[in-house]
Nanobody, 122 residues
Framework: QVQLVESGGGLVQAGGSLRLSCAASGRTFSRYTIGWFRQAPGKEREFVAAISRNGDNTLYADSVKGRFTISRDNAKNTVYLQMNSLKLEDTAVYYC???????????????WGQGTQVTVSS
């Protein structure tokens, strides 16, 4: 099992940047793909980015390509989501999740954090 805790959310102006962190407990963190998802009010949860267990494979939603970067530090049991050029439509609760194997499908992720709010203002 792995337990996940997100941090780094907050209020930022459009065009600004934030870095989210997903800290994991457990000695097996390096076995897991970590994905970032987000859910805006009244909308379905959607895939944002994912990174394979050793970081050699990353996936991004088209809506964030070129603006967001996912990375991981297995020595620190942490995955990061660097978010640049933020837009109003990036406002959402952001969740990290873990599973074995890379996929964009949220229903296939086994472990979830509690989420962190990101609000982009004009």
């Amino acid at each position: 099992q792995v337990q996940l805790v997100e941090s780094g959310g907050g209020l930022v102006q459009a065009g600004g940047s934030l870095r989210l962190s997903c800290a994991a407990s457990g000695r097996t963190f390096s076995r897991y793909t970590i994905g970032w998802f987000r859910q805006a009010p009244g909308k379905e949860r959607e895939f944002v980015a994912a990174i394979s267990r050793n970081g050699d494979n990353t996936l991004y939603a088209d809506s964030v390509k070129g603006r967001f970067t996912i990375s991981r530090d297995n020595a620190k049991n942490t995955v990061y989501l660097q978010m640049n050029s933020l837009k109003l439509e990036d406002t959402a609760v952001y969740y990290c999740a873990a599973r074995i194997g890379v996929t964009t499908a949220d229903r296939l992720y086994s472990f979830w954090g509690q989420g962190t709010q990101v609000t982009v203002s004009s």
